[in-house]
């Protein structure tokens, strides 16, 4: 017994707890009712729709009123009959416009809506507009033609006054008829337009013919009455951008190269003076008078300069021409020691070709300390040789070098069958040889004696050119004819033994001169590596051609003498080159 009390004592919790939720539930459900029924009464207290059907329009017109649509009525069909016999008149467009008027008398009296009535007015107004416009519209257009033959026959004033008639009828259309076709603001501008045009034209014209007059006072230098006659032309053009702005005759621009050309008349003096002494220093130039010259020339400049100072807007102003006469004066003034330099270099070059090296040393010092006072002291001369100055420099640097040079080049060099005048190297140009010559080696399969690779034509050519100033003869890569004169023919040649090729050479060119020369002395021209050529009938943005296969091609391939394209800035690690030598 006592067991089961303490039993209910422990369920009684969970009895309250049930009774708990149904009440909250049945609250809840209380309030979502009460606020759905505050909504609803609220819809109560707001606006109805209203059933028009129901509305009733039975207002009573009065006969009075009745009577002027009856007599609009009677008017409208009075007109129809008209345009049933002929064409409306002056006369019969007042039965429409009386038709028009009885319409709003009626509709003004009224005190309900008469949708139809409406309609009907509008209708009346649309066919009053385009009728009583018609005449109007007829006689602009009639003005606006003659006026076009008066512009015609270049009677400007005369067709001034005919566009703005025309102008004139379009706008009263415009005003009086807005409904009628004839309407058309764009139309009125147009006319409005072309009437100031053409009392414009005038002016503009008198204006330019001022204004070449001017310039005929310019060609003479006759200051003064240019400058009289270009501040006339000025003034007009001014009152044409004051006076008629927007039309084709007013113009800013214009009104500002004026004013630039009037500041040029003033300064016109100043320039004839620069151009004096600059002509006086050109013909002491050419009597070889430089030093004269030079001092002439300097003048010019200042003069030049001061005009600048002066008249910053003429059309003399240059600060163009003062760099151009500082230019000629230190060129005249270095003329010496240019013809020292110009003889020099000659003189280097003949040693050189000679190969009197020892002498060639002497000589490009020489050349080094007077390139170096011309730049110094004469820094805008013409006279000064970017090209030389950057040749002379590489001399100098490799003077201690050229004898060595030179011997390994001439010993390397074999004639070329059937090629007069050029000799070209055995082999391919080495990697050492190349280094020594350029001072770096791009070569991505490293090896003093074996091919230069990885060097793209340019960098081919700029080689070639070095090696000229070096030797003193020209130097370039050779011709597709003259590899293949140096060739031969292959027909009986066991290619195995000349070519290294995808069969021995394991992919990678291999050191020059180890295998057999051809019949002509000269090695590895199939195989090894690719030899660039030089580019003749091509343009520069062209690609250039290397020929002969290289050491990953099959000797199938290298037979047929193999000539591939490629970009002149491309490099390939089985790319080199080798060059020709002209000899005297």
């Known amino acids: 017994m006592a067991n089961f009390k303490k039993s209910s004592h422990r369920h009684l919790p969970h009895a309250s707890s049930g009774i708990k939720k149904f009440v909250i539930g049945l609250l809840i459900v209380v309030l979502a009712l009460a606020i759905l029924a505050g909504f609803w009464f609220l819809s109560q207290l707001g606006p109805k729709d209203v059933d028009y059907r129901d509305l009733n329009y039975s207002v009573e017109v009065p006969e009075s009123v009745k009577a002027l649509q009856e007599e609009s009525l009677a008017l409208e069909s009075q007109f129809e009959d008209i345009l049933a016999l002929r064409d409306a008149g002056p006369e019969d467009i007042l039965l429409l416009k009386g038709a028009l008027t009885k319409q709003e008398a009626y509709l003004s009296q009224i005190s309900r809506v008469d949708s139809e009535g409406q309609k009907r007015l509008v ?88 204004e070449e007059e001017a310039d005929l006072f310019i060609e003479r230098q006759e200051w003064g009455p240019a400058e009289e006659r270009l501040q006339q032309a000025m003034a007009l053009q001014d009152q044409l951008n004051r006076e008629y702005r927007g039309t084709n005759q007013s113009s800013v621009a214009r009104l500002e190269r004026l004013r630039i050309k009037l500041v040029g008349i003033r300064s016109g003096q100043s320039y004839v003076e620069v151009q004096r002494v600059a002509q006086l220093a050109d013909e002491r130039r050419a009597a070889n008078e430089n030093l004269e010259a030079a001092a002439l020339y300097l003048e010019a400049s200042r003069l030049q300069r001061q005009l600048n100072d002066a008249y910053r807007d003429s059309p003399y102003a240059s600060s163009e021409r003062v760099s151009e006469y500082q230019r000629k004066s230190q060129t005249a003034e270095s003329f010496e020691l240019g013809l020292a330099i110009e003889r020099n270099h000659d003189l280097m070059q003949k040693l050189l070709a000679e190969r009197r090296t020892y002498e060639a040393a002497e000589v490009i010092a020489a050349l080094r300390r007077d390139i170096k006072q011309m730049e110094e002291a004469f820094p805008r001369s013409s006279l000064n040789d970017e090209d030389l100055q950057l040749k002379v420099r590489y001399l100098n640097l490799v003077q201690n070098d050229l004898g060595f040079i030179q011997d390994r080049i001439y010993d390397a060099l074999l004639p070329i069958p059937e090629v007069e005048g050029w000799r070209m190297l055995r082999t391919e140009v080495p990697q050492a040889l190349y280094s020594l010559i350029m001072g770096t080696n791009p070569s991505r399969n490293k090896g003093d004696v074996r091919p230069v690779d990885s060097v793209s034509w340019v960098e081919a050519k700029n080689f070639c050119e070095r090696l000229s100033w070096i030797l003193g003869e020209s130097v370039r890569l050779p011709t597709e004819n003259e590899f293949r004169q140096a060739l031969g023919a292959l027909r009986y040649v066991v290619l195995e033994d000349h070519v290294w090729s995808v069969s021995d050479a394991e992919g ?29 009938n091509r343009f520069d943005t062209e690609d250039a051609r290397h020929i002969g296969g290289h050491a990953q091609d099959r000797l199938e391939s290298i037979f047929t003498v193999p000539i591939r394209e490629a970009p002149r800035g491309e490099r390939n690690r089985l790319t080199g080159f080798r060059v020709v030598v002209k000899v005297d």
């Open 508 to 536: 990678v060119p291999q050191s020059v001169a180890t295998k057999a020369a051809f019949a002509s002395g000269f090695y590895d021209l199939l195989g090894n590596v690719s030899e660039w050529l030089e580019s003749i």
């Open 123 to 210: 209708n009346l107004k649309e066919r009053y507009h385009n009728l009583a416009a018609e005449p109007m519209r007829l006689e602009s257009l009639d003005l606006e033609r003659e006026a076009e033959a008066l512009v015609a026959e270049e009677d400007y004033e005369n067709a001034r006054v005919k566009f703005r008639e025309a102008y004139q009828k379009q706008r009263q259309i415009n005003e009086t008829f807005p409904l009628s076709s004839a309407y058309n603001v764009g139309r009125a501008t147009r006319l409005e337009r072309q009437a100031r045009y053409l009392m414009a034209v005038p002016l503009l014209q008198r204006s330019i013919a001022l």
